[in-house]
């Protein structure tokens, strides 16, 4: 049991609501109930009656429900008072515990201590997070396989196997001296093309997961004029952005949210890269430069009646992967189509672009092929069965595994030093291990439950 003092918060959220919760847990909760509601309250019971100050006035009335350890969300002592929903009345009930000897939680100090205390491992826990930060009901459902214990117990079989696989290459080493060959048996060969496909399984489920959680960071680049706030709208179904025929009307960079599938797209238009003295305009084509620093995949918007502008070629040297968009597609003569491929083909090779697309964003063309398109860029997969929520961390750590795992079975294979790949599948089991939660820093438990909201 993971022992500290009494802690409390509203577990609901801001604002005006109908019901209103406030969590207590900690070795103080017997004493604090008996506080609060003046009787001594039999576990896992809803009392309805008031909660009273220390005068034994009445400061609300509702559900209180107390919890023993281990048998509750912490592990430890919970009580939870169930009042009414107004920021005013849960202030003075929430006062009033603190007042009985509990003190304020931290942001995810409940689902932390529940972690220490074994109720579950970090995978689970930072899903609980997932599910209420859940954007689609595609994040949602990945977020509960999460919380419980899918993804938990994938990681923990691979753990397990390289234990296995590990403790079977120290007796080979062991039994050097004698006429035993372990590493020829077939059966151990087997297990670790099956520990490979485990790996490939777990990983674009986890994939599939990060990006439903994490969502995508696009970025809508090109000179000015070419349609790039036009596109911010159609893609988001608002106005968000400005839209004139003025050149550098965009002089910031414009954040919109939206959902395409059940994957969280996050999209940023920026100002119009171009030559210009306009000092308020060139910081905005400072930030947009620091935008696409940060994108993970950027499109590269062009006018189909000007597709050659030196200053596109300054989106040459992007690091997030491109697609090119030739827009106005409307407002070009027919006989001009057919000579946009081949100029289409020459700027995906200056720029880099992993695709070319045909649109009018004015006439509602070619949208749906973008979005569909997007979508695979996420790595959207209908296919991949059983998805559920991971983040970049865990995929670091898969990620750190596998090649580790990778790296033994090499020097296996080609008979190099057999003590080394001992020590390789060790290392791939560590990094593991960091996904649950088995292996952990301070550091890492502090920032995985900072993101946490206040009550939970």
Request: aromatic share 4%; charged share 25%.
């Amino acid at each position: 049991m993971y022992t500290t003092d009494t802690i409390a918060a509203v577990a609901t959220g801001s604002g005006r609501a109908g019901v209103g919760i406030i969590r207590i847990s900690g070795p103080a909760v017997p004493d604090i109930a008996r506080q609060i509601t003046g009787k001594t309250l039999t576990a896992r019971h809803a009392h309805h009656l008031p909660f009273v100050d220390d005068a034994g006035q009445t400061l609300d009335e509702g559900l209180a429900i107390r919890f023993d350890a281990p048998n509750s969300y912490t592990g430890e002592a919970v009580l939870e008072l169930q009042g009414h929903g107004g920021p005013v009345v849960l202030d003075m009930v929430l006062q009033r515990v603190l007042a009985c000897g509990a003190r304020p939680a931290r942001p995810g100090e409940f689902t932390e201590r529940a972690f220490l205390n074994d109720r579950m491992d970090l995978a689970q826990a930072e899903a609980v997070a997932d599910l209420i930060d859940a954007s689609s009901q595609a994040a949602a459902q990945a977020a509960i396989r999460s919380l419980d214990g899918e993804f938990s117990q994938a990681v923990n079989a691979i753990s397990e196997e390289l234990m296995t696989l590990r403790a079977w290459l120290e007796a080979a080493l062991d039994f050097s001296e004698e006429e035993i060959d372990f590493l020829s048996d077939p059966v151990f060969k087997q297990r670790v093309r099956e520990l490979l496909e485990a790996f490939d399984s777990v990983f674009e489920r986890a994939t599939q997961g990060s990006r439903l959680t994490d969502g995508l960071t696009v970025v809508i680049a090109g000179v000015a004029n070419v349609g790039k706030s036009s596109l911010l709208n159609a893609l988001s179904g608002t106005d968000r952005a400005i839209v004139t025929d003025i050149a550098g009307t965009t002089r910031d960079v414009l954040h919109e949210h939206i959902t395409l599938d059940g994957i969280p797209l996050h999209l940023m238009d920026t100002a119009g890269i171009r030559l210009t003295d306009d000092v308020v305009e060139q910081h905005g084509i400072d930030r947009a430069e620091q935008a696409l620093a940060s994108a993970d995949h950027v499109l590269i918007l062009v006018d189909a009646s000007q597709p050659v502008l030196p200053e596109t070629h300054r989106l040459a040297k992007l690091n997030a992967p491109s697609t090119l968009l030739i827009n106005k597609m409307d407002a070009v003569e027919s006989s001009v189509k057919s000579a946009l491929q081949d100029t289409a083909e020459r700027f995906k090779e200056a720029t880099g672009a992993q695709e070319v697309l045909f649109l009018s964003i004015k006439a509602d063309e070619g949208l749906d092929a973008l979005r569909d398109h997007l979508i695979q860029t996420a790595g959207r997969d209908t296919a991949v069965e059983g998805v559920f929520s991971a983040r970049r961390r865990h995929l670091d750590a898969l990620q750190r595994s596998r090649e580790a795992a990778d790296a033994a079975l090499n020097r296996l294979n080609q008979g190099d030093m057999p003590e080394l790949a001992a020590e390789e599948l060790r290392l791939a089991r560590s990094a593991l291990d960091e996904v649950t939660g088995r292996f952990d820093t301070e550091d890492l438990l502090g920032k995985v439950f900072g993101q946490f909201c206040i009550g939970k």
